[in-house]
């Protein structure tokens, strides 16, 4: 599976952006999807997950409420719509495939990455 990442950009605080990850094959739509972030100088951490069929979602606590996770099946692409950015948000985006099903938290869970795409949020 590839996964290719994009929609990422130079945005201030407060506005929206969309991120999109699009899967080379149609396999993983049986599989979760998350994306995770990396800012400078720290790990990667979660961000948002869905499971196969897009009927449950899960959320870190600091983008709850301001993020959206959704996946387009027919286009096997997974979407982050990301409103009321902050500069804490400011990172470089991942999507991953999962191993299972369900939405998952853990990066142990995922076994397919995309190359990343890189959001920056100025106060």
């Known amino acids: 599976v590839q996964l290719q990442a994009s929609g990422g950009g130079v945005v201030q605080a407060g506005a929206s952006l969309r991120l999109s990850c699009a899967a080379s094959r149609r396999t993983s739509s049986n599989n979760g999807m998350g994306w995770f972030r990396q800012a400078p100088g720290k790990e990667r951490e979660f961000v948002s997950a869905?499971?196969?069929?897009?009927?449950?979602?899960y959320y870190a606590d600091s983008v709850k409420g301001r993020f959206t996770i959704s996946r387009d099946k027919g286009k096997s692409t997974v979407y982050l719509q990301m409103n009321s950015l902050k500069p804490e948000d400011t990172a470089v985006y991942y999507c991953?495939?999962?191993?299972?099903?369900?939405?998952?938290?853990?990066?142990?869970?995922?076994?397919?990455w995309g190359q990343g795409t890189l959001v920056t949020v100025s106060s």
């Open positions: 869905i499971n196969w069929s897009g009927s449950s979602t």
């Open positions: 991953g495939s999962g191993r299972y099903s369900t939405a998952r938290s853990d990066l142990s869970d995922y076994d397919y």
